[in-house]
């Protein structure tokens, strides 16, 4: 799905043609308002060992697309996914009005007759609409294999349209849900280097940590959501207990050397 939308060939290059790690995006969906208009999409993997990625996806997300099989139904992943969204919505009133949730009944082709199909579909509809956070929920049957009947397509445009549609409305908007660091924070969980750090202005960026891991060869990486503001190298950061300077940057895993932006 994400290849569909992105125009890429990721799934060539996983093992067993499934997600294992947490994948960062940027998909240009269009144009609105004589503007180009794109999202940065955090795929996450289906498989249930990873519910923490999932979990991680989750918290610096202003949509969750949902994708469900067609051939599996509403599986324990399914289930515990409906869970993160119901308590993203609960946890915080001003959020939730912002968060939106889409979902996807995937693999659609593999159901050859046109009548089980969407009987199938109607199942599945009635399941998810069961579950009171996905009750208004838009719910659009996609298949990213092209059998040259024109379904396919008919599902992707639709999900980028209605992708296009909330992404415009939240960049309107100039939605930040927080992961605030404020000066005083960043003094705290720098103060062992702090004749080192002048945090005498605050951060000049802001971003979510979704995976971090040591490399032979680059030393500590992190896998950053840049919120708002600008980054540069040899900027300083603090991210947990962690502080340092900023080496290298990459943007989807190509070096960048000019300022990164949100």
Sequence with gaps: LLDALGGTHFVETEQHNITQ?????????GQKSNRNVSCTVVD?????????MRSFGRSVADTVVLVVAVDEGLDQQTLESIG????MQTK??????????????????L????????????????????FECLERTPIIPVSV???????????IKLLRQTLLEHATKMDD???????????????????????????TKPPTARGVVLNAWKSRKEG?????????????????????GWCGFVRTIKRESEPCAAPVVP
């Design 21 to 29: 790690l947490i994948r960062l995006k940027r998909i240009f969906l």
């Design 145 to 155: 294999k092209t059998a040259g009947n024109g379904v396919d397509m008919i599902g």
């Design 44 to 52: 996450t993997p289906g498989q249930d060992i990873f519910h923490r």
């Design 220 to 240: 500590l990486v992190l896998q950053v959501v840049l919120r708002s503001g600008v980054l540069r190298t040899g900027d300083w950061f603090a991210a947990g």
């Design 111 to 130: 159901i050859h007759d046109r009548q089980r199909r969407e009987d199938r579909i109607l199942e599945l509809e009635s399941q998810l609409r069961s």
């Design 84 to 87: 993160l969204i119901e308590a």
């Design 92 to 109: 915080d009133c001003s959020t939730s009005q912002c968060f939106k949730v889409l979902i996807c009944i995937n693999k659609i082709d």
């Design 173 to 199: 908007m100039n939605v930040d849900h927080g992961h605030v660091a404020t000066k005083r924070v960043l003094k705290d969980k720098c103060s062992s280097m702090s004749s080192f750090l002048e945090l």
